[in-house]
């Protein structure tokens, strides 16, 4: 199942995306998270919390599901 993640700006950041989902409790757990767990964008492993993401971008985080960027 996706969940969907609604946001009201033209972007987000994959960490911002990843307490959205309720995935980590602070942003400050992002980059620790993004280094012990399998994390892909658009089907490419990505680790950078700074990572931009748009409307229509897939995450998938094994153990975690999968999230779409929607506004």
Do not use: C
């Not at 959205?20 to 757990?29: D, F, P, R, S």
């Amino acid at each position: 199942m996706v969940e969907k993640i609604k946001i009201s700006t033209d972007t987000i950041t994959l960490g911002q995306l990843l307490k959205l989902a309720n995935v980590i409790e602070t942003g400050g757990m992002a980059k620790w998270f993004l280094q012990n767990y399998e994390v892909y964008v658009n089907g490419e492993r990505e680790n950078r919390r700074g990572r931009k993401l748009k409307p229509e971008d897939v995450v998938e985080i094994k153990g975690h599901g999968t999230f779409i960027v929607i506004t």
